[in-house]
């Protein structure tokens, strides 16, 4: 399995983050191609050593790598892509990765 990780920092207005992620987005990011599961964090996001810049961590499963690059390239993931633009104030940081069970 392929991960891409998002990591959405505290947003300006967080109820209008909310609001528009719940609503809109993920909706968009739910139509990309080779997507196999889509789970988001619930409550804060800490470190060991206590509070952290991060709101929200969404993790998208795919296939592959390639599934995933290509499910971000499709006109599906574009739309996604460009939405986040529309709420994401705070910065977003996206990862990509392959998973090992261990």
Known sequence: MARLLVLYKTPTNPEAFDKH???IH?????KIPGLKHYGISNGSVATPAGDSDIYLVAELDFDSVAALKLGLASPEGQAAAG????FADGGAELLIFDTEAV
């Open 21 to 23: 992620y719940h609503s």
């Open 26 to 30: 993920i909706p968009l990011a739910k």
């Open 83 to 86: 939405d986040l633009g529309n």
